[in-house]
């Protein structure tokens, strides 16, 4: 049984495209995420929802719209992709009280070309 | 920005203890050390976090010093699956649970 999950798990595109990428956690959490890791490896925290409310928004363009249906879902939106948005994207989810131990998904490839 | 300072790289001979350093001098009081790992094309794994005593578990050992401005990472008996970016990360855990990465320690464990 797969704690997170992700789909897709390869996703190729045209810039300009409009894409999603959906994140499901059947760990019971009620925080759940997404990061980017870019080409140069460094992994960035770009939203969080806890029990379906926006608790991180960080400095990432509004082409990105995260929507939570449930606590146990959580999907990325992307807008009119451009070059830059590729990378890998990690969906993660927790339980946002001590340990807050995070398991993360096994990420999505976006390339835009 | 981290608020860690990590080595970029180190070598552990298979079957060997493989001990990861992490200066976090500016650690509050309320923060506490995590380590996660990432082994090549996988997302981060969890494997350790402490707050002032040592910690161990069926993974690792995470030594924290007194003035918990530093602290290392023991992998007791390293093999070659342990091959990965070891990221330590100063948090408070029920906060946001914000992780920010740095850019960690490329462990090669070696034959």
């Known amino acids: 049984d797969t704690a997170v999950s992700q789909t897709p798990k390869y996703l190729v595109t045209q810039m300009g495209n409009d894409k999603s990428i959906k994140c499901e956690q059947n760990?019971?959490?009620?925080?759940m995420y997404w990061y980017k890791q870019d080409s140069k490896k460094f992994l960035k925290i770009m939203f969080s929802y806890n029990n379906k409310e926006l608790i991180i928004n960080e400095t990432v363009p509004n082409r990105f719209s995260p929507k939570s249906p449930d606590k146990a879902h959580l999907n990325l939106h992307i807008n009119s992709l451009e070059l830059g948005d590729s990378a890998v994207y990690f969906c993660a989810s927790s339980q946002l009280t001590s340990p807050n131990e995070q398991f993360f998904g096994p990420g999505t490839r976006l390339t835009v070309l | 920005d981290a608020k860690t300072t990590q080595p970029p790289s180190m070598d552990c001979a298979e079957g060997r203890a493989a001990n990861l350093p992490c200066n976090h001098s500016t650690i509050s009081g309320n923060e506490y050390v995590y380590w996660y790992r990432q082994i090549h094309s996988q997302g981060p794994q969890y494997i350790i976090h402490g707050l002032k005593n040592n910690e161990t578990n069926e993974m690792a050992s995470l030594i924290i010093t007194e003035d918990r401005k530093s602290s290392t990472l023991i992998l007791p008996h390293a093999t070659l699956r342990d091959t990965a970016v070891y990221y330590c990360i100063v948090t408070t855990p029920s906060n946001t649970g914000k992780l920010i990465f740095g850019q960690g320690t490329t462990l090669q464990v070696k034959p």
């Open positions: 760990l019971g959490h009620d925080t």
